[in-house]
């Protein structure tokens, strides 16, 4: 497995490239941001491989939905360039979202339509977006994000995602379970986690309440983290971490106690699994 850190929400007082180096220094495999345009992408690749790490991913889609099917052609124009930037630093995965997201976490409403009408829509959308990758090495994964601070977003459940990765079913399209927001819309991460294993390309990692590092909250990380162990999962485990105390150093702490280096290593280094000399 690759440990990933969202530069987003640790080193916050430090500019991106400078974030991307800390989390070199740190330890980790890769790096995910948010929206490329907003942060520094180029220097942060230039500063991963300066550090011998790579780029996880960031938005493929912010501005246009999935699930509406007037935005299709907006969609896939919109993933093009963010894939053409990917393809530049060198990442590995594009978000995709099922709504677009305006600043100040303003989720675009939904069409009026049923929740099948919706999904069809994502999927018809996805087909597209399948051809345009195809061959690039990036996947597009589906995140699912709660409803509690972000109403009105249609994959409000890991389980819509995985639903629409199944029905897309190609190798180009992954999920994402992510324990904060799945926790905050309805829990059950075992049966959520192993209903996704199939298309399963990244584990998310922060705690509720807070979105804290692993152990300052309510998840039982090391029930979840053995139970990937179990199924001999080996994709990429993020962590979207706000330090509990404001510290950097304590999240890097609790990451390296649950999710030690070696335990997601195993006998390879790090270099041999982003595919590096």
Partial sequence: MLRSVSIELMWPDRPYAERASAAAAAGFDLVDLWDSRTSDIMAV??????G???V????????FSLCDPSMRRDVREEVARSLDTALNVGARQLHIFSNAIRPGAIVVTSPAQPPQA???NCVNALGDLVEL???SGVTLVLEHLNTVFLPGYFWGDASLATVA???VNSPEV???VDCFHQQLCGGRLADHLLAALPWLVRFDV???????EPGAGEIDFRFLRDLLDRHGWDGTISFETVPSDGLTETAVKAIDEVFPVQWCHGTRSASELIGRD
């Fill in 118 to 120: 919706l999904l069809e």
């Fill in 133 to 135: 990758v195809r061959g």
């Fill in 56 to 63: 996880n991913g960031f938005f493929g889609n912010r501005d």
């Fill in 45 to 50: 690749g230039a500063a991963c491989r300066a």
């Fill in 165 to 167: 990765a199944r029905e």
């Fill in 206 to 212: 922060a705690e509720v309440p807070g979105r804290h």
């Fill in 174 to 176: 992954g999920v994402v």
């Fill in 52 to 54: 011998g790490i790579g």
